[in-house]
């Protein structure tokens, strides 16, 4: 597991060493693309990975003006836009809500598991569910154009307590 992969509840989760890392990774990735990592587009990025919990993007923007900033919506989502056009964010579909990519800049299928009580997301990268799902779709001719796979249900913590 990167370091900046979500963890559900693990007790020695280092958080501020989690953020701090997706927040270099942003910076590599940008500069390997020659992007601009702009100030609010990393505000907005620690936002997201504030917690491992998915934030929209009126709540990005209340934070944001709770920072002083004089941000409006258009310009919250134009960074989450950018964001996810380089990898470093996805949309949880089910939920208008974004969370922080655990393979910024990589090309991959993503899972997500979604807990109910908790609000707790976690990205996986499952090769052989993404492979899975691609075979099914193609035996029966469909072309997938987008594909979001979201599991809702209880984490182990929530499922315990």
Known sequence: ????????????????????????AARDVCAQRGERFTELRGRVLELVWESHRPIGAYAILERLRADGRSAAPPTVYRALDFLMSVGLVHRIESLNAYIGCAHPGQRHASQFLICTDCGTAVELDDPAVAGALAQAAEKRGFKVEARVVELSGHCASCAQG
Do not use: E, N, Y
């Open 1 to 24: 597991m990167s370091s900046s992969t979500p963890h559900l509840h693990i007790a020695d989760h280092d958080h501020a060493k989690c953020v701090a890392g997706a927040l270099a």
